[in-house]
């Protein structure tokens, strides 16, 4: 009996130690995961509001509001790969605190300096600063985890992410109705100082073995995507998925303030897309774990321009409803949240079919032996998509949604009639890069049968 008693108690002990392993993380580990949630939270805060800022503060118009915003978005998208490499050479722990140097410089400066001659440099000082925190925070859970804890690693590292942009938004809200658009900075400043000086004291630079990464091969691997016809195509057609997703951040505070006015709250819809992607994406990523990548991908990518859809139908609503929607005498809520949380809801769901199978796809359409030098930038569609995105916004704001100041009391009451126009130009958007994408698979598919 002692016998078996023993192999018991050692196979409870070899499993207790097995997850004793999984969660047994390197101090470095935790503190790059918590700087990660004061960045995002300030990030996320100051994005949610930046084309109101430029517009209302610092007064550009809405389409010179709106390329500033896409450029600074679509550079954070665009560095990451060259930042990592220089972070690389000069060691992760210098690099942090030069980002999160840069940040708290950047920030600050928005808040105090609301002016067209400093804000384009501050936004560039956030820009370079942000692209080293996407690489370097990655690349510390990287070098931190083993095989055997890496996805729990990333999946803790994920939902940082996730909490902190919950967080910053929810923060914007309230700042801006009390203290106005530029405390928002101050508080995005305040958190990226918190987390210099976090990492000033406790950050270590974790072990840098393996290879490190070169400029030079870093600008290589960009040229070559961006000659590969098929990857490039693919690119630009997922690019389509995430012009949608970035009217979050382009078109939707201005739309919703303009329309319902300046109690709505942008901020807190746009939480909606984080919380449907933190209860979903796990469900369905199990869901669709024994279909293609393509498959799941192309669902996603269906479900965008119904998303768009929805945000278009306030004035349906609203006709049946009229000018305020009942739930059940609980509360009340205008035509326009409703819909945009239902589009936003749509959104959540198909980023949990296509993101997680994403990478999957790009890495098989990369050439055999270089999907370590293609993954780099297998976020380029972001960059674009956040380039055109906010482009297209502006101007389509301009035409179907003027900023009130600027009307006269006879001009505001028809100027919003047609606003719900904007987003038949994205359904139209996603519905040509979902039936883009079904194309594609078909061309490729061919092109591989035939070799």
Request: with cysteine; net charge positive; hydrophobic share 50%.
């Amino acid at each position: 009996m002692e016998a078996p008693l023993r192999e018991k108690e050692a196979l409870i002990k070899g499993a207790q130690a097995g997850r004793k392993k999984i969660w047994n993380f390197p101090f470095s580990f935790w503190i790059s995961n918590l700087v990660e949630l004061f960045e995002r939270s300030a990030y996320y805060a100051v994005f949610i509001a930046i084309t109101l800022y430029l517009t209302r503060v610092v007064g550009y118009s809405d389409i010179w509001a709106a390329w500033i915003g896409g450029i600074f978005s679509a550079g954070l998208y665009l560095l990451p790969p060259f930042s990592g490499a220089f972070a690389d050479k000069i060691g992760f722990r210098k690099a942090v605190i030069l980002a999160f140097s840069l940040l708290s410089i950047g920030y600050f400066t928005l808040g105090a300096l609301p002016y067209k001659a400093t804000v384009l440099p501050a936004i560039v000082i956030l820009m370079v600063g942000g692209s080293f925190i996407k690489s370097i925070i990655t690349g510390t859970v990287a070098k931190t985890t083993n095989q055997e804890n890496r996805a729990r690693a990333f999946s803790i590292f994920y939902g940082m992410v996730n909490i902190g942009s919950f967080l910053g938004k929810t923060f914007a809200y309230p700042l801006r109705l009390r203290w106005g658009l530029e405390s928002i900075n101050f508080y995005a400043a305040a958190m990226t100082i918190l987390a210099l000086v976090v990492v000033f004291i406790f950050y270590k630079n974790v072990d840098e073995a393996g290879e490190a990464k070169k400029l030079k091969d870093t600008w290589k691997s960009f040229i070559s995507i961006l000659t590969n016809l098929r990857l490039l195509t693919l690119i630009l057609i997922i690019t389509g998925f995430w012009i949608i997703q970035s009217q979050l951040y382009a078109t939707m505070p201005k739309y919703v303030l303009r329309t319902v006015g300046e109690s709505a709250s942008p901020e807190w819809i746009a939480n909606v897309n984080p919380f449907v992607v933190m209860i979903s994406v796990v469900f369905i990523t199990s869901l669709m774990s024994k279909v293609k990548a393509i498959t799941s991908m192309t669902v996603g990518m269906f479900l965008m321009p119904i998303s768009a859809l929805c945000m278009a139908s306030s004035p349906l609503l609203a006709s049946l409803t009229g000018g305020q929607v009942d739930f059940l005498g609980l509360f009340q809520a205008h035509p326009v949240t409703v819909m945009m949380i239902i589009g936003i809801i749509f959104q959540g769901l198909a980023e949990c079919f296509i993101s997680p199978r994403y990478l999957e796809f790009f890495s098989l359409q990369a050439p055999k032996g270089e999907e370590g030098l293609y993954m780099g930038f297998s976020h380029l569609h972001s960059f674009f998509a956040y380039l055109l995105g906010f482009g297209i916004s502006g101007y389509l704001l301009t035409a179907y949604v003027p900023e009130r100041a600027g009307l006269s009391p006879v001009e505001l009451k028809t100027a919003y009639i047609h606003a719900h126009y904007v987003w038949y130009y994205f359904a139209a958007i996603g519905f040509t890069a979902a039936i883009a994408l079904i194309i594609y698979n078909k061309v490729t598919s061919r092109m591989d049968k035939k070799h």
